[in-house]
């Protein structure tokens, strides 16, 4: 059986839900990588699963763009510094091609769920 097969079952099981909302999500304060998009992987399969029984369900991706730099990353210009601590909605893009420091690390995560076909409702904090 497959591992999703048995959280669906479970999730049924204790659950009895008109529509099932499968959430899931990240704070883009830099390189989003595969070990974060574990999570989001994850959720589409369940989502996927529930689906393909015939199951209404959506599948949402909130992104924290309101979560606060923590600290200035090695990539960063020295100038971010003072960047430590707003919210990444509200820090300029380290490269100036997109609208703010989280729109340009969460854009490049966005499109690669695009690219393998996962179909997500995007929630931003900011």
């Given at each position: 059986?497959?591992?999703?097969?048995?959280?669906?079952?479970?999730?049924?099981?204790?659950?009895?839900?008109?529509?099932?909302?499968?959430?899931?999500?990240?704070?883009?304060?830099g390189?989003?990588?595969?070990?974060?998009?574990?999570?989001?992987?994850?959720?589409?399969?369940?989502?996927?699963?529930?689906?393909?029984?015939g199951?209404?369900?959506?599948?949402?991706?909130?992104?924290?763009?309101?979560?606060?730099?923590?600290?200035?990353?090695?990539?960063?210009?020295?100038?971010?510094?003072?960047y430590?601590?707003?919210?990444?909605?509200?820090?300029?893009?380290?490269?100036?091609?997109?609208?703010?420091?989280?729109?340009?690390?969460?854009?490049?995560?966005?499109?690669?769920?695009?690219?393998?076909?996962?179909?997500?409702?995007?929630?931003?904090?900011?």
């Amino acid at each position: 059986m497959y591992w999703a097969d048995v959280v669906v079952n479970k999730l049924i099981k204790n659950r009895k839900e008109e529509q099932y909302t499968i959430a899931t999500g990240i704070t883009p304060s830099g390189h989003i990588h595969i070990g974060n998009a574990r999570e989001t992987l994850t959720a589409d399969a369940i989502y996927k699963t529930l689906k393909e029984r015939g199951i209404d369900a959506k599948l949402i991706f909130i992104a924290d763009t309101f979560d606060p730099l923590r600290k200035r990353y090695p990539f960063l210009p020295e100038e971010y510094e003072e960047y430590v601590s707003l919210p990444i909605s509200e820090i300029p893009c380290p490269e100036g091609c997109c609208k703010n420091y989280a729109e340009h690390f969460l854009n490049p995560y966005l499109e690669s769920l695009d690219d393998l076909g996962i179909e997500i409702d995007v929630y931003k904090a900011d």
